[in-house]
């Protein structure tokens, strides 16, 4: 490189190595790196079941399967995570909690989780449940509403 060459500079990349957004896609407002894309890296654990369900709609927007894989609950949690090529998350809405603060070990979260698949919108509504495991919060399964 030569002096006076302006540098190019490499794109923040997400923990599954995809380009990282700039805004976090969980809805916060706030840049990822600040808010699901420390939980994703490692540098920090989500403190609510809320946090979690927010982390984990983010590390399925930007394809990060370690993360929902070490965020799965042991007894549920499966071999893999097949990520549909055509599918795309657009939004999320947390619509209810049930305790999951950090004063508990258990908790519910009631979300609508907002796609675009081939170019057509949808919605996905279902209420996840999250325990702690080791300290952390996990999830461990959820009913999926029509």
Not at 67 to 86: D, K, M, N, Q, S
Not at 89 to 106: D, K, P, Q, V
Not at 116 to 132: H, M, Q, W
């Amino acid at each position: 490189m030569t002096r006076g060459t302006p540098r190019r500079r490499k794109q923040p990349r997400s923990a599954s190595g995809t380009p990282a957004p700039s805004t976090c896609p969980c809805g916060s407002g706030q840049p990822y790196a600040a808010c699901c894309g420390r939980f994703h890296s490692g540098v920090a654990l989500a403190p609510t079941a809320e946090a979690l369900m927010r982390s984990r709609y983010s590390a399925f927007a930007v394809r990060d399967e370690g993360y929902l894989l070490r965020t799965w609950h042991p007894r549920t949690r499966p071999a893999g995570v097949a990520f549909a090529a055509g599918l795309g998350w657009t939004g999320l809405e947390i619509e209810a909690t049930e305790a999951g603060s950090a004063f508990h070990a258990r908790g519910v979260v009631r979300f609508r989780a907002h796609f675009t698949d081939g170019g057509r919108a949808g919605v996905l509504r279902e209420r996840s449940r999250f325990e702690r495991e080791a300290g952390a919060w996990v999830y461990v399964d959820g009913d999926i509403d029509p």
